[in-house]
């Protein structure tokens, strides 16, 4: 087990702090953006594929009409 003297001796984390807490930092931003992401992507993807669906159900009545 690891102990420090103070809290700023933990922030400081043995004169690493400033990449410690910058990893951990960056890792939590990623997971928080990482779910808004996938889900505005899967959106745009389920809206493109409806537009395609449409988009050949029109052509198919072209052409069975002619």
């Known amino acids: 087990m ?8 933990f922030l400081a984390m043995g ?8 990893s951990f ?3 939590a931003l990623i997971m928080l953006i990482e779910p808004i992401v ?3 992507n899967q959106k745009t993807l389920i ?3 409806k537009r395609q669906l449409r988009a050949e159900a029109r052509a198919d009545q072209r052409n069975t009409a002619v």
């Open 38 to 40: 996938a889900i505005r």
């Open 2 to 9: 690891i102990y420090w003297k103070s809290f700023s001796d």
């Open 47 to 49: 809206a493109r594929l």
């Open 15 to 22: 004169g690493y702090g400033f990449y410690v807490w910058g």
């Open 25 to 27: 930092g960056v890792t």
